[in-house]
Structures are given as structure tokens and as C-alpha cells.
């Protein structure tokens, strides 16, 4: 019988309060005979606490980076070590629980390469982290035209070669998960949501979002979908809407003075460049996910 080897990828840095908790809760875990849980590997961010020792009392393995580069840099320092067939990514402050994993394994032995824990109504840290996760939702579902019940859950399952394919394509910031979730979908990869519950961090006091810092850079999350799955998708429209308003306004100033305005020439000048500028970037995100692959 082929015995399908899990590894744990957690990411930390200063989670020496919950990192032990996690752990053992991660051994608690039983799993069916086919199924063995082969390694836990926390990946310590330059954690200035004692962090990687309490992890490694737990029973985990860990790997020191000397400073800190990064939540997707721990990611791809993981998913590198990793030996199992399965990875499974989670975040070491205890808001995800291990017992959501087997459901996870489950749903991606129906046949899917990725499998993400899709936070419901309450597991928000805020209300507008949660109206701002279901707006990413709703544009990264109509830019990929499938479903995405939660583009920055980082609780999720994958195929580990698959996953590997992308790791030079994801950033080293805290945007990773829409990064592999969006690469998965562009290269017709599976992707599919299970439904979980994020708990409260363990240590409040100990919390890396920062809420304009991160504000702004989750806004720029918007734009990197687009480049990343379809850029002409979303510079289309940008441009359709920029040539209408200059015929509009052409419309305006014919009806009124009788003549063509440069403002109504800019408009389709600009109108023109952004379409190019899209058409551009379709091409080079297809040569991107070509030489990743």
C-alpha cells in the first residue's frame, strides 16, 4: 500500500507563546492508514525570542534563517526542506487548527492540487480586513471566472511538486497566498475551498499586520492579480472606459464648438497605450508561467 507522506510548513518569527501549543496539537492528530504525518518543520524568521528553541524542544524541526526575509521567504525555505508528497502550510500564532487538516487531505484526495481553508463570518481580526478579504474575493473570482472563497487564507493543503513549480514567482512579503493561489488557477491547476474556523491569536500582543502599512500593501494585492492571472482582463476595461469617456467627450465639444479638443485626443491616445500596455503584459505573463513550468 503507498503511504502518501505529509509535511507541516509553518512559518514563525517571535511565536515562542504558541508555537509549542501548535505543535503538539499537530501530534495529536490521527490520520487514516494510508496517511502518515512525516514532519513538522517550523521555519524561524530571524525571531529575536526563543522561538526556534521552544520548537525545537516540541519535537519540530527547524530552520534558522539568520534575519528576517519574509512570510512567503519562510514559505519558500519550507517548501524547499519539505520531503513530504503533501504540504501542508498553517501559521504558527494558533488562529488555525490542526483538526482542520484531515478535511483539507480529504478534499484534495478528490482529485484537486490545492486545497484552502476558506475563513467564514467571524474569523476576520476586523471588519475591514473582512469587507477588504471579500472584495479581493470578488475580483479575483471574476479575473480567473472561477470562485475564490478566500484569496489570502494562508491554512491550506497542496501538491508539493506542483507547488515548487511557483516559488520563484512568490514575493518573500505576507501576499504568497494570493500569489500560489492565482498561479495554480492560471496554469489550469485544481483549486478547491474548505470551509474553516480562525480562532483568536494565542498572543494578541504579538501581531505583524499593521493596519495602514498593510492596508495599502493589500491594496496593491488588487493590481498583482491581475498581472498575475490575466493583465489584459483587467487593462481592457481600464482602457475601454478611457476611450469612451474621450468619445463622449469628442460628442460634447462637436455638438457645442464644433471642433476636436486635445483633451478628447489624449483620451484616445492614453486609451491606446493602456490596451498596449495590457496586450504586452498578457504575453510576458505567458512566457512567465511558460519557464515556470
Known amino acids: 500500500m503507498m503511504i502518501t507522506k505529509i509535511s507541516v510548513v509553518i512559518p514563525a518569527k517571535n511565536e515562542q507563546e504558541s508555537i509549542a501549543s501548535v505543535i503538539a496539537n499537530l501530534k495529536k492528530l490521527s490520520f487514516s492508514e494510508d496517511i502518515c504525518l512525516a514532519e513538522i518543520i517550523i521555519i524561524n524568521d530571524g525571531s529575536s525570542d526563543n522561538t526556534a528553541q521552544v520548537a525545537t524542544n516540541a519535537g519540530a524541526i527547524v530552520i534558522n534563517h539568520p534575519y528576517s526575509k519574509g512570510n512567503g521567504a519562510a514559505i519558500k525555505t519550507g517548501a524547499r526542506q519539505a520531503e513530504g508528497d503533501i504540504i501542508v502550510f498553517m501559521d504558527a500564532d494558533g488562529q488555525h487548527d490542526p483538526k482542520d487538516i484531515p478535511r483539507l487531505l480529504d478534499k484534495l484526495a478528490q482529485g484537486y492540487d490545492m486545497v484552502v481553508g476558506a475563513r467564514q463570518k467571524g474569523s476576520q481580526a476586523s471588519l475591514g480586513r473582512s469587507?477588504?478579504?471579500?472584495?479581493?474575493?470578488?475580483?479575483?473570482?471574476?479575473?480567473?471566472?472561477?470562485?475564490?472563497?478566500?484569496l489570502t487564507s494562508g491554512f491550506r493543503a497542496v501538491n508539493a511538486d506542483k507547488f515548487r513549480q511557483f516559488l520563484s514567482l512568490l514575493p518573500n512579503g505576507f501576499s504568497y497566498p494570493t500569489t500560489s493561489t492565482m498561479a495554480f488557477f492560471r496554469t489550469g491547476y485544481s483549486v478547491a475551498y474548505e470551509p474553516i474556523h480562525a480562532a483568536q491569536r494565542l498572543d494578541e500582543s504579538n501581531s505583524h499586520i499593521h493596519l495602514v502599512k498593510d492596508g495599502i500593501r493589500f491594496l496593491l494585492i488588487i493590481f498583482k492579480v491581475g498581472t498575475l492571472y490575466s493583465p489584459l482582463k483587467l487593462f481592457l476595461p481600464i482602457a475601454a472606459s478611457v476611450f469612451l469617456t474621450g468619445l463622449s467627450y469628442y460628442g460634447y465639444t462637436y455638438f457645442t464648438a464644433g471642433r476636436f479638443t486635445n483633451m478628447s485626443a489624449l483620451m484616445f491616445t492614453t486609451s491606446l497605450i493602456i490596451f498596449m500596455v495590457g496586450l504586452v503584459s498578457e504575453q510576458i505573463t505567458t512566457l512567465m508561467y511558460k519557464d515556470s513550468e
Open 131 to 150: 469587507i477588504a478579504n471579500k472584495f479581493y474575493n470578488k475580483f479575483a473570482s471574476y479575473m480567473t471566472g472561477h470562485k475564490i472563497e478566500d
